[in-house]
């Protein structure tokens, strides 16, 4: 590009010579310039406006073009990737603590039939009638043939059932693939694995939902996609809790008793290693639950987690043990239990009207089970520091348990708290819960006083528990419930290098009417722990309405009948534990040997 | 010199659009293989789930229960008790197999309990 001169020499002095002001020249100039300037500017512009233009236009063509192809195409899964094992099973399946299978699914088929492509609707219904004797020939035809185009016949089919019914060969007969939940160990943990369903059906596939213990609780989890593939592995262990329930059913049996519950537990991190309750079901046909009379009489109810008993004796290891750790009393201090104790209008007796008294030592209170001992100790601590003791081990709360049942099973607790109340708790009456309450509370002593929270869950994260009391009173209180079985009112619970501990519960159970108690009616409870120089397991065993009859008098007492029982369910299922037995170390008398 | 790139490219383009062909086809098989495989992986995993749970049917702690006692007098078994577990020095080291005694010595020995 030239660059024209502003002032061409020529020009000014052409300009000069005629007279005229030669800065007209260059500011003619000048504005030649700039119109220049501005045109090249301006035509730039207009060429980057138009390459945007363009730009955005391909680039919204682009999009929406594929737009319209997305919503235009077929679905259709991707063929190249790999498939898992998701696509097949619907709900995960559920294990044990060791990978034994306790739930899983398996695949089967619905019959279903669409009565206008039948042939020989008469001769069809005749056939499938004689295939499954639930079904009514009769109303299997009237429903053939009533003008409905589509009806369900049989929910799941064995794949002998599936032959048979190929074999009828009427073409209105359908199949339709299902995917059944099965429990291959029957009745085994029934109440924990509750049961499972269909939900929303279709020809192609139903839904399978819980309906009942861990299965509902957890539905979320064993449905998620993402997880499926992944079994739930729960805390309990298939051998002990097949050992549990043998020897509970036929304790139950030997004591006469109408239902029985038991839970073992690990005290540090609170997993449920076994939780019977009887009787009980099969999963595989949950019965319908009962309509009339007392549901608590159904198999389907679980006592050890629903069933909310007044425990009894069991609670007076709290109290004393809180006496303790406040400082009150220590093991040896004397304590009135002259009875009968009255307070106000009540009278508060011994066991058989027995007399421990005048002064029994802490310890004895817990070995002699004195309920006069207790309701004085109880008097110490007062109503509201018990209460939040009570509180502080779970007794007022429902179990944070993963059973849809759980929530649901709150503790009976009274409403006002005088001193009555106060002495009554101390020693398990007029405040009830479930045996899986009284495990968790005897955890918590057994673990050194660290509050411990029930779970299902093998390995799961839980959050530390708070101690309620310290090291120290919780060995003594370990120590006072060995007292128990080596010279107490459970002597029959000593299982030879278990060192078991534990405290006997007899409760009578309250009439219907809520007047009194029924004075033949009890709940035995025996609550355990062992190893008791080591705490680690914790064993909750209740008998429902037992009697042992070898004696010349009926006994009803939890040392007669729950502590036996509880005895056989630690000698069988400790060595599946991997406990070693331990020889108990007999304090060596001292021997003075004199030379001659 | 035109002519010579002409010619070339034509010859080019035929042989792509052969590759592309041969390509398309080998593409396709590949799917249906790959889809009958997954078909086959389906009724594998199905076949392995119905054995599973077979396998966890028949080892039921129920009926190995009743197994063990219609067999007892074959097998003898009987519940794990606490008194079977044992010490490792309750084992027998092996021994090794002594020389024969060919001079036999008389020994004159002292339990040291004896003299405390």
Known sequence: MTRTPLRPLARILQARAAGENPDVIERENLRVRHEEIQDRARSRAEGR??????????????????????????????????????????????????????????????????????VDPKGTAAKLAKIFPDLNADT???????????????????PEQLQAVHE???????????????????????HVLGGASFGAEGVNSAEVIGT???????????????????????????????????????????????????????????????????????????????????????????RAVQGVYELGSTFKIFAIAQALELGLVNPETLVDANAPMYWGKFKINEFEGHNYGPKLSVTDIITKSSNVGTAHVALMIGGLRQQAFLKSLGMFDATPVELIE?????????????????????????VAASPLHLAAAYATIANGGITVKPTLL??????????????????????????????????????????????????????RNGRGYIKDKVVNTFASVFPTNNPQYV?????????????????????????????EVIRRAAPLLGLRPEVEVVPAQAITVSAN | MRPVIFIVAAVAVMGL????????????????????????????????????AEWAYLNRPARLRELTDANFDRLGLLPLEPGQFGQIGQVAYPTADLPKITSPVDVIGTREEAFP
């Open chain 1, 49 to 118: 406006l138009l390459f945007m233009g363009v730009v955005f236009f391909a680039a919204f063509a682009l999009i929406g073009a594929r737009m319209g192809v997305l919503s235009a195409s077929q679905p259709e899964e991707p063929k190249i990737a790999a498939s898992g094992a998701q696509i097949l099973a619907q709900r995960a399946d559920i294990t044990d603590r060791n990978g034994r299978v306790l739930a899983t699914n398996m695949l089967t088929h619905a019959l279903y039939a669409q009565p206008r492509d039948m």
């Open chain 1, 140 to 158: 299997l035809e009237r429903r053939f043939t009533d003008g409905r185009s589509f009806l369900w016949v049989k929910k799941v089919l064995s």
């Open chain 1, 168 to 190: 009828i060969g009427d073409p209105g007969l359908y199949f339709g693939p299902r995917e059944m939940r099965l429990y291959p160990n029957g009745k085994l943990a029934a």
């Open chain 1, 212 to 302: 009942a213990g861990i299965e509902k609780a957890m539905d979320a989890r064993l449905r998620d996609p993402a997880q499926g593939d992944q079994p739930l592995a729960l805390s309990i262990d298939l051998t002990v809790q097949a050992a549990v329930e043998e020897v509970l059913s036929a304790g139950m049996i030997m004591m006469n008793a109408k239902g029985a519950a038991a839970v073992l537990m690990d005290v540090k991190t609170g997993e449920i290693l076994a939780l019977a309750s009887l009787p009980d079901f099969d999963p595989n046909d949950r019965p319908q639950p009962l309509l009339i009379g007392d549901p608590g009489d159904s198999p389907l109810f679980n």
């Open chain 1, 406 to 430: 759980a929530p649901g099973a709150r503790p009976i607790i009274p409403k006002r708290w005088p001193d009555i109340v106060t002495i009554t708790a101390s020693y398990g009456h007029g």
């Open chain 1, 458 to 511: 093998h390995n799961a994260p839980h959050a530390p528990g708070i101690r309620v009391i310290s090291q120290t009173v919780a060995t003594q209180a370990v120590g006072m419930l060995r007292n128990v079985v080596t010279k107490g009112t459970a002597s029959m619970g000593d299982v030879p290098g278990y060192a078991v501990g534990g405290k006997t519960g007899t409760a009578e159970k309250p009439r």
């Open chain 1, 539 to 567: 064993l909750i065993v209740t008998l429902d309405e037992p009697v042992e009859t070898t004696g010349p008098k009926p006994r009803r007492t939890a040392g007669w009948t729950a502590v036996p029982v509880a005895a």
């Open chain 2, 17 to 52: 659009a052969f590759w592309a062909y041969r390509e398309n086809y080998a593409t396709q098989v590949a799917l249906k293989d790959v889809s009958r495989l997954q078909a086959e992986i389906a009724d594998l995993r199905e076949a392995l789930a119905v054995q599973r």
